[in-house]
């Protein structure tokens, strides 16, 4: 098993950045699949970004380049860079890791509690 613990959210105003961590224990990151999942009031969850069990990152493609997920093996620390904030970033922001290496929420086994990111104007 592994635990997930979020962090990094805030208030911030539109164009600022924030950097996400999701901390790992319990096992390693690099054995899953991890992945950045968002939900905003309302809406579904919906995939932000991912990095695949063979370490290739893969972004929605609303993102236009502004999020960069890594991870740092060494702090089993996984981090999502947000920049260019908009209005629409607003939302809950979530950690997840699954062991089929597939980034879709449905295929992911662990969750972690989620980080808010509010946008203003």
């Known amino acids: 098993q592994v635990q997930l613990v979020e962090s990094g959210g805030g208030l911030v105003q539109c164009g600022d950045s924030l950097r996400l961590s999701c901390a790992a224990s319990?096992?390693?990151?690099?054995?899953?699949?991890m992945g950045w999942f968002r939900q905003a009031p309302g809406k579904e969850r919906e995939f932000v970004a991912g990095i695949g069990l063979t370490g290739i990152n893969t972004y929605a493609d609303f993102l236009k380049g502004r999020f960069t997920i890594f991870r740092d093996n060494a702090k089993n620390t996984v981090y999502l860079q947000l920049n260019s904030l908009k209005l629409e970033d607003t939302a809950v922001y979530y950690c997840?890791?699954?062991?089929?290496?597939?980034?879709?929420?449905?295929?992911?086994?662990?969750w972690g509690k989620g980080t808010l990111v509010t946008v203003s104007s």
């Open positions: 319990g096992r390693t990151s690099s054995q899953y699949a």
């Open positions: 997840a890791a699954g062991q089929r290496g597939i980034l879709t929420a449905s295929e992911m086994d662990y």
